[in-house]
């Protein structure tokens, strides 16, 4: 069956009425393996018979008057023919109009979580990420949600959301997907010069060095912090954050802790990377 | 067939999942005419092969610390045999485990409407109401919700977060139900002694008086809610506020607003009521 692509709420709802199982990813486009392999979990998880939503959709509520929102890639064509290829069944493009008819002024307020690590950098990121996610819930009412974990922050306050909001909405935290050498797929990498491309991977490399060093027994999670964020510094990079939290609420883990995860944002040039890694 | 009566949400989903059409009605218990009146109006809407759901919550998170939670009336036994002679098809009755299985810090968080009138007196209170609101309706997943005008601005706050957070709900909102002196009714109306409910209908008849006013031509609103609450003052009450205001916002009318809405609430005793009069 040829892949649908919809532009308004009215027609998604009609097209998706009577799907059994809906499987749904959520993106801003500019569509890359990580976001491809996204859709195939989304597929296996509601079977052939389902179907596979996949969204586009720049959210403007979620940029700071700083940040690119106005550059951000937008590539609908090559979107499209990836998710064809990829099987997907209904892309959901709604214009700015469709999304904000009017000015949004309801918000869902998520807790603490918003306000640190990329929260800080980043005010007013989380809510708006929370709240258009929402809407997009709601548009579609999928069975199945899928994130990549490379955004894990945003991962957190999400699942954390739906649970809290009792959506009824199983959540998939997919694994972050790599380049040969270790890079974390993102639309941002696009941004990269050669030069920063080939430095890129030194990122994950920093996140993988403290993961073995707590795996060899080490606790000083400030030390290895304050290490890790000097290397990259010496190598040229503007780190904001290279920090060890605990999963959950990405709060600084107590002693009990074990469910930990490693979190990383710098600055390369103009771009800004950010990484993650869990330790189970 | 009988009425189920639901404690929890996964026995509430397995019941309602294969209900074509759902009308449901929220309410905080000690249920009178007005509410079997909502039921009556759920049940018009989703026909008789439709499902009828009242939940019955007592809701924390709406009420402020100084506020009647603890006493607030509890009278499930006879909040159910209404239910069940008014052919409900499911009463929902979570306790507060199930509700809140874990500290809330996700909210809906409204917009200046929040604030004013009834939210300037109960500071939380319209974020609370949302954010259950919004938490039931994730359980129940109505066709339709219904809800009674006698609390105006909290259908204001959960019509607008309907719209605004895309939630394929209908809303209805309906007229308030009064007894024959005119007092709308209200839980609260059981905290009333005899004398101050021979009095109470004196904050219908206030309204009454300014609609009247109005549709004769007088558009000096500030003037006519000074004299309104000197009357009732006069009368013993301790008046919040009465006051003229645009219907969909409630926020004060500019000359060009047409749809409007007198609000009052006022203290008789220990006992406050609140009231509310279209002009349409």
Redesign the interface.
């Known amino acids: 069956m040829a892949m649908d692509v919809i532009h308004t ?1 009215a027609e998604l ?1 009609a097209r998706l009425k009577s799907e059994a199982a809906i499987g749904f990813v959520p993106t801003m486009g500019n569509l890359h393996a990580g976001h491809i392999d996204l859709t195939r979990i989304a597929r296996d998880r509601v079977a052939t018979h389902g179907c596979v939503v996949v969204s586009i959709f720049v959210n403007r509520l979620q940029f700071g008057p700083q940040e690119d929102f106005a550059s951000y890639p937008r590539t609908f064509a090559d979107d499209a023919d990836k998710c064809r290829a990829a099987g997907v069944d209904v892309i959901f493009a709604p214009t700015e109009a469709e999304m904000y008819p ?1 000015s ?8 603490e979580i918003q306000h640190i690590l990329d929260g800080a950098a980043r005010p007013g990121h989380f809510r708006g990420v ?2 258009v996610v ?2 997009l819930f ?2 579609v ?1 999928p069975t199945v949600a899928v994130f990549g974990k490379k955004d894990y922050q945003q991962c957190r306050v999400l699942d ?2 739906v649970r ?5 909405i199983t959540m998939v935290l997919a694994d972050t997907v790599r380049a040969e050498d270790g890079l974390a797929l993102s639309s941002r990498n696009s941004y990269l010069h050669a030069a920063e491309r080939a430095e890129a991977p030194q990122l994950f490399a920093a996140l993988s060095k403290i993961k073995k060093e707590i795996f060899s027994g080490r606790r000083d999670f400030s030390a290895m912090e304050t290490v890790a964020v000097a290397a990259l510094t010496a190598r040229g990079w503007l780190p904001d954050y290279i920090t060890v939290r605990r999963s959950e609420d990405l709060l600084v883990p107590v002693a009990s802790d074990c469910a930990l995860v490693i979190l990383a944002a710098a600055r390369l040039g103009k771009t800004r990377l950010i990484d993650n890694l869990e330790l189970t």
């Open positions: 709420v709802r009017e949004q002024n309801y918000f869902i307020e998520p807790p929370a709240t929402l809407k709601n548009m009412q954390n959301m809290q909001l009792n959506l009824p």
